[in-house]
């Protein structure tokens, strides 16, 4: 078999574009709105871009796939714009970030999908991407081909897809089947179906009999791919035809542009050349010329770029030491590690970014632009702390390194090598390469198995959220039509069937007295948690049993369980049933979540409008609010934000909740939480002319209803990251009982009154600082006393006197003092004090600079004496301390220092 390298490929490629010029030459520009134009032209809506991160529903932390936004679309529920879509999605995939170096792996990406939703299905999809790579990308015929799948025991040979292929220009010589492996797409139940990929053909030789698309030759290049979701596969793995069938056709955008463009490296294309010509000036580099500096070139511009996009995404991700944000430390990271290797600053570092910015996504993601300050200043930031951690690392390293020397071993060790990653964040190939320079080698295979332990403990720690979704994946066998509306925003009470049981990890026709279970209804007054409020509580009754509401969640598939436990009775599936949600705590709740809103829109007041919300939380004993902002508040910030929302519920401002358009919500400028799964129609909450957000929690009528707000702390949780806890209402006053409490208490503690307790202390803490001064002072004279006069008992050790002292009742500080003393009335000795207090032991040794002269090492005799009063210690040449628990050893101690230092005066 004969394997094309990638260089004669290329040769090929371009000697057959210089035959025939056909293919058209596009920039990212062009690329992004031919694509979305060309299914414009074909009935099909913009859907737009969502966020890079997640929301959630899918377990993973980021958009990985163009398709991933719309999955509850592809399962059945109706898009608001219609069901042919189009859009670019941008995505953040680094499940493969060691392979980011070579000319195509990217962290950062952009997909150019389209969707048909149980419209248009293989005929249609056929022929347009047929008229696509042709008509508007220029291929000609003889150079595509596709694949279908080969069929299995499963489900029959996709016959239909090859068909439509052929029909729509594909010569038939050019399709080829191939197994499920390659050619199906499927989770593990839900919608599945047959894929087809398109390839371009290299003009050169087959490199063997079984010569195709998928073979690692290199010969067949992917462009694309659509996939026919016509089955449902069920969780027994037996496979029925779905009643909406989709379409979900896929194509990388980078990948394209560089194939348009006559080149296999992604870093030609407009999207890298400004960036890399950017590295090569401020590097001294030329890109291409050498390969370890091109890889690095390549990772620098690849991890900036995907850093730039997630800070600069809607929710402005900062870096942290969790989730999303630590995969965006991470990058960070990688990029200061090789900008070192080519010699790159900070400033460097940020100017580089900055074109990512101004330049080449500045059409395209207009938001880079509007959050420039914001993302070059975290940027800034991390790189800066990254630098000071890799300074630690390094002096960490040379630790290990010489432990691993003296202990005569060739090697270090799989744990010291992780120790460095995950503590200093120290990548491994630099512990490598600096131990390479030493003449060592690390165990690499260890810091695998050591990097393979920590994820172990980490999938531990999420054995919860897996229990859960189990859980919750029981009700996913009833009938799709069955969903919950919710009805609490208008009433506290509703009656109607039990719909579904849950009894663990199955689904039950009853629960009987003090069964625990969840219940599902069509409709529900219960509040499920989400979007940071706590579900509502409450009792469900029905003629024969009653069940405690103790928790509410919303469950896949738009349905809210009703979790808690029967209190009297049994309750059975179809049993009629009164819902009511307890009043009293529902009410708390709101007033907590609508002082939220207040206190969003007076930190932005006060901080300014890069403020924005992280995370929040409330229930009915507080609320908890988590915002970007760099520094600690001042009280008098606090205060003023305070002041804010108490001003504003005095003002018992209106509170108005408006269903609108989500674009039409984000025209209006309601604030959104990142990270929240929005519907295309949404609830906005505005509380008269001072808060506007997104927002499908519950709240009050108005904000008089709040009563009150008390902030109980402000601290940081993470790096620009701060968190608000406050209360309301009722909280609010039993807050001020306790601190009246806890005041009186201290008031009589200190035989005062509340009022005059300032006073008070104020004068104790005069009298103690007082007290303490003569305290100190009596200690002094009193170390004095029982030192005598030290220097007559100054014993001769060749010429080096040596004044070996022990004391009772003298502190460390006391003794540093008297050393002192002592020091300053000889010119060449060895001052020894060993004090006995309190059970324990003090000691310190200090050494004139002529004695130091002479050999004398007190670091080297508090070595050599601790140890016999029980301690250890250690310091330099002219002055180290030590501590003990073994006074009885001391008289020894002082005996053994003269012998030690005869042996440091005789060298």
């Not at 347009?128 to 150079?143: K, Q």
């Not at 580089?352 to 200043?377: C, G, H, T």
Request: hydrophobic share 35%.
């Amino acid at each position: 078999m004969h394997m094309l390298a990638t260089d004669e490929i290329y040769y090929w490629n371009l000697k057959f574009r210089r035959k025939r010029r056909k293919m058209k030459q596009f920039t990212s520009n062009e690329l992004r709105t031919t694509w979305i134009n060309f299914y414009k032209e074909r009935g099909h809506a913009d859907c737009g871009a969502v966020s890079l991160l997640s929301d959630g529903s899918t377990g993973v932390l980021f958009n990985v796939a163009g398709m991933q936004p719309l999955m509850p679309y592809l399962l059945g529920q109706k898009h608001p714009k219609g069901t042919r879509l189009a859009n670019v999605q941008g995505c953040v995939r680094t499940n493969d970030i060691d392979s980011v170096g070579d000319r195509s792996h990217v962290t950062f990406f952009e997909m150019m999908g389209s969707w048909s939703l149980g419209d248009y299905f293989k005929e249609d999809r056929c022929k347009w991407s047929y008229e696509l790579l042709t008509e508007v990308f220029g291929f000609d015929r003889d150079h595509l081909a596709a694949t279908v799948f080969a069929g299995d025991e499963n489900a029959p040979r996709d016959e239909e897809g090859a068909s439509f292929r052929i029909a729509s220009g594909f010569k038939k010589e050019n399709i080829y089947y191939l197994p499920a492996e390659d050619n199906w797409w499927g989770l593990e139940y839900g919608p599945c179906g047959p894929d087809s990929e398109m390839f371009y053909i290299a003009d050169v030789p087959d490199c063997g009999p079984d010569c195709g698309p998928g073979c690692s030759c290199g010969k067949y290049t992917e462009l694309g791919n659509d996939v026919f979701m016509q089955y449902e596969k069920h969780k027994d793995g037996h496979l029925t035809p779905l009643k909406q069938k989709n379409v979900d056709t896929g194509w990388g955008l980078e990948r394209i542009l560089a194939f348009l463009n006559g080149t296999k490296d992604v870093y030609q294309t407009d999207l890298f050349v400004p960036v890399i010509r950017k590295i090569e000036e401020v590097s001294g580099r030329k890109y291409d010329d050498d390969e370890t500096m091109t890889r690095s070139m390549r990772i620098l511009a690849d991890h900036l770029r995907t850093s730039v996009m997630l800070i600069g995404d809607e929710g402005r991700l900062t870096p942290s030491n969790t989730g999303a944000g630590y995969v965006l430390r991470r990058l960070i990271r990688r990029a200061v590690r090789h900008g070192r290797t080519l010699g790159l600053s900070k400033d460097d570092l940020l100017s580089i970014a900055e074109i990512f910015i101004k330049d080449v996504y500045l059409e395209s993601y207009p938001r880079l632009s509007e959050n420039r300050e914001f993302i070059l200043q975290e940027l800034g930031k991390e790189i800066l702390r990254f630098e000071s951690t890799l300074e630690n690392g390094i002096r960490e390293f040379k630790k290990i390194l010489d432990g691993a020397k003296k202990e005569g071993r060739e090697k270090i060790s799989g744990s010291d090598a992780f120790y460095l990653y995950d503590t200093f964040g120290f990548p491994l190939e630099l512990t490598v390469e600096m131990a390479e320079e030493a003449g060592l080698k690390v165990d690499e295979n260890g810091f695998g198995t050591a990097m393979e332990e920590q994820k172990e403990k980490a999938r531990a720690s999420q054995n919860f959220s897996a229990k859960l979704s189990s859980e919750q994946s029981v009700f996913d066998e009833l009938d799709p039509s069955l969903v919950s509306e919710f009805t609490g925003y208008d009433t506290l009470n509703e009656e109607g069937e039990v719909a579904a049981i849950a009894a663990g990890n199955r689904l039950a026709d009853e629960l009987n007295e003090n069964e625990e279970g969840t219940l599902v209804f069509a409709k529900t007054p219960f509040y499920a948690t989400m979007g940071g409020q706590k579900g509502d509580t409450g009792v469900i009754k029905t003629d024969k049993g009653t069940f405690l509401v103790k928790e509410t969640v919303k469950f896949p598939n738009g349905r809210i369980g009703h979790v808690g436990v029967v209190k009297q009775g049994t309750i059975r599936k179809g049993d009629r049933a009164a819902l009511s949600v307890d009043e009293a705590k529902r009410s708390s709740t709101c007033r907590n979540h609508s002082a939220t809103h207040l206190l969003q829109a007076a930190l932005r007041e006060v901080l300014g409008p890069d403020t924005h919300q992280q995370g929040s939380y409330q229930d009915t004993d507080r609320t908890r609010f988590d915002f970007s902002y760099s520094k600690a508040m001042t009280p008098e910030e606090i205060r003023r934000v305070e002041e804010i929302v108490n001003e504003k519920i005095e003002e018992d401002l209106p509170v108005i909740t408006k269903v609108m358009d989500l674009e039409e919500a984000k025209k209006e400028g309601a604030m959104a939480l990142f990270g929240e799964k929005y519907a295309d129609r949404v609830r906005v909450v505005n509380m008269g002319d001072f808060s506007k957000e997104l927002c499908g929690g519950t709240h009050v009528a108005h904000t008089g209803q709040i009563l009150s707000f008390k902030i109980l702390s402000e601290s940081g949780i993470a790096s620009g990251v701060r968190r608000i806890e406050a209360v309301t209402g009722r909280n609010v006053s039993e807050h001020y009982r306790k601190v009246e409490e806890k005041l009186e208490e201290a008031a009589a503690a200190a035989k005062s009154t509340p009022d005059q307790l300032a006073e008070k202390i104020t004068s104790l803490f005069a009298q103690i600082r007082s007290l303490s001064s003569e305290i100190e002072s009596l200690k002094a004279k009193a170390a004095k006393e029982a030192l005598g006069n030290a220097a007559q008992d100054a014993k001769d050790i060749q010429g080096t006197a040596i004044i070996a002292k022990k004391l009772t009742g003298v502190d460390m500080n006391s003794l540093r003092d008297l050393g002192d003393q002592l020091k300053g009335n000889i010119k060449d000795g060895v001052i020894v004090l060993i004090s006995e207090s309190e059970g324990k032991v003090n000691m310190i040794i200090m050494a004139t600079d002529e004695a130091v002269k002479k050999g004398a090492h007190a670091g080297n005799l508090v070595k050599g004496i601790a140890p016999i009063v029980g301690g250890g210690g250690g310091g330099k040449p002219n002055m180290a301390q030590a501590g003990g628990k073994n006074p009885a050893g001391i008289d020894e101690a002082l005996r053994t220092a003269e012998t030690l230092l005869m042996g440091q005066i005789a060298k």
